[in-house]
C-alpha cells in the first residue's frame, strides 16, 4: 500500500499514512490531532540497477528533439 508524507501546519511535525492510491487526495490529521495538515510531495525511487557508465544517446546522427536533427 502506498504512503503519504504530509506536514502539520500548527506543530510543524511530518508524518507518514499508508492509504489506498483512491483516498491519495483525503486529508489527514497529524498524530496530535491537528487538522491544518499537507500532504507532501516525495520523490520517488524506481527499482533497476545503478550504472557507471551513462546510456547511449538515442537516434541518429545529429540527435536533436526528433532522433534525426529535422525538427526545425
Request: net charge negative; aromatic share 4%; proline share 8%.
Amino acid at each position: 500500500m502506498p504512503r503519504y508524507e504530509f506536514r502539520c501546519r500548527t506543530c510543524d511535525d511530518t508524518f507518514e499514512v499508508s492509504r489506498p492510491m483512491a483516498e491519495s487526495s483525503a486529508p489527514a490529521d497529524c498524530p496530535s490531532g491537528h487538522a491544518d495538515t499537507v500532504k507532501l510531495l516525495s520523490a520517488v525511487a524506481v527499482g533497476g540497477s545503478a550504472r557507471s557508465t551513462p546510456a547511449p544517446a538515442m537516434g541518429g546522427a545529429g540527435g536533436g528533439c526528433c532522433g534525426g536533427g529535422g525538427c526545425g
